[in-house]
């Protein structure tokens, strides 16, 4: 008989949380494991959660479980989750990101689930909310640690981070990068030529791209600020931004604010990543936060120039000089000063991107699956599960 696992988690949406979590319950099945997947079908992208099932996944529905904080709304979730436990009988409880993952491990604690692993996919200690609000949810951080039995992290730096905070002991960690399909992804792309035709782009500009939710956390308006100067030193540079968010009008509103409306594109949100990261000849990832930056992986795989801020994961993911540059957060001038050395420098573009090829395999889908099992069969042996 195979082990039942209940994952949870607050939304399916595109962005790497979900399709990590996606990709384990898919790997995991694959290995025999028994999974659920736990999502509130109205904070989730319909087109998500139709690609989750598609691959196998059988996703239910937490109506009640929401992203912000609400108190009426989370108990209502938190009745939920423990309802949906003791239908479904797990023998593992498998939580992922901050909201989900304190009801999730509160409701496995009252239902007496076996077996509890949480998921951060990151962490909420900066970039996001004021000091008091980061203190609490870090407090409850500590608390639902005491519940759980294995805490997986994206990278050993997520761990050093958490340990820092004072959540969890060592024992309980284990890194796991989001896997990326980086043969899949190759195999994939179209070339450098056609990318550029289907995005309207010169060929001979020096195009950056940026990837992900115009959210704040992103940092995209800091590739915007930095902008003009990368053109005062490259005229034919462009700006690419893929994906949506909130953000899209105040980036706007940035860009012609500083007269540089048509050297950027805002090509909204899209699932073919690879034929829109090809187009470039570097990728910027200005993050305030990051929890290993499964954009940077993807471009790396496709042998591209990566600049990133020395955020949360992203230091653990690109060697500074080697496989990228790294700059500090919030810098626009070293933002800029990096993507126009890129720019100015071919071998060096080169260079970087062959070695970002090989490093990329460090993340790739096989071994972060393997790595997943790993922590679920020694989880099962050592709770007695099988």
Not at 112 to 124: E, F, K, L, S, Y
Not at 331 to 345: C, I, S, Y
Request: hydrophobic share 45%; with cysteine; charged share 25%.
């Amino acid at each position: 008989m195979s082990v039942r696992v209940l994952h949870v988690i607050t939304r399916l949406t595109v962005g790497g949380s979900s399709e990590n979590t996606v990709q384990s319950c898919v790997g995991l099945a694959r290995a025999g494991y028994d999974c659920a997947l736990a999502v509130s079908f109205r904070e989730s992208d319909a087109a998500v959660i139709d690609g989750a099932r598609g691959r196998g996944c059988r996703v239910v529905d937490v109506p009640s479980l929401g992203r912000e904080v609400a108190p009426r709304r989370d108990l209502a979730a938190l009745c939920e989750t423990v309802a949906l436990i003791r239908r479904e009988r797990p023998a593992i409880d498998h939580t992922h990101t901050s909201k989900a993952g304190f009801i999730g491990r509160v409701a496995a604690r009252l239902a007496r689930v076996p077996a509890v692993i949480h998921q951060p996919h990151g962490h909420i200690f900066y970039g996001y909310y004021g000091r008091r609000r980061t203190d609490f949810f870090t407090a409850l951080e500590r608390l639902a640690a005491r519940w759980t039995d294995r805490i997986v992290t994206l990278t050993e730096r997520g761990t050093e981070e958490h340990l820092a905070h004072g959540i969890g002991t060592r024992r309980q960690y284990v890194a796991v990068p989001s896997g990326v399909p980086t043969d899949a992804l190759r195999a994939g792309a179209p070339t450098r030529a056609a990318a550029r035709a289907r995005l309207g782009l010169d060929a001979d500009a020096f195009v950056v791209a940026g990837l992900g939710r115009l959210v704040p956390i992103k940092g995209f308006d800091l590739l915007v600020r930095a902008l003009p100067a990368i053109l005062a030193e490259m005229p034919s540079a462009r700006v690419v931004l893929v994906g949506d968010g909130p953000d899209r009008d105040a980036l706007a509103a940035i860009a012609q604010s500083l007269g540089v409306t048509d050297r950027l594109r805002l090509v909204g949100e899209t699932a073919d990543v690879a034929s829109c990261l090809v187009a470039a000849d570097a990728v910027a990832m200005p993050s305030r936060n990051e929890g290993m930056g499964r954009v940077l992986v993807e471009s790396m795989a496709l042998g591209l120039p990566v600049v990133a801020t020395a955020v949360g994961g992203i230091p653990a993911v690109v060697t500074d000089g080697e496989s990228g540059l790294l700059v500090e957060p919030e810098n626009v001038p070293a933002l800029a000063a990096a993507l126009v050395r890129l720019g100015h420098d071919i071998g060096l573009r080169r260079k970087i991107g062959e070695a970002a090829v090989a490093r990329a395999e460090e993340f790739s889908t096989p071994v972060a699956d393997r790595k997943m099992l790993a922590v679920y069969d020694a989880l099962v042996r050592e709770k007695g599960l099988a």
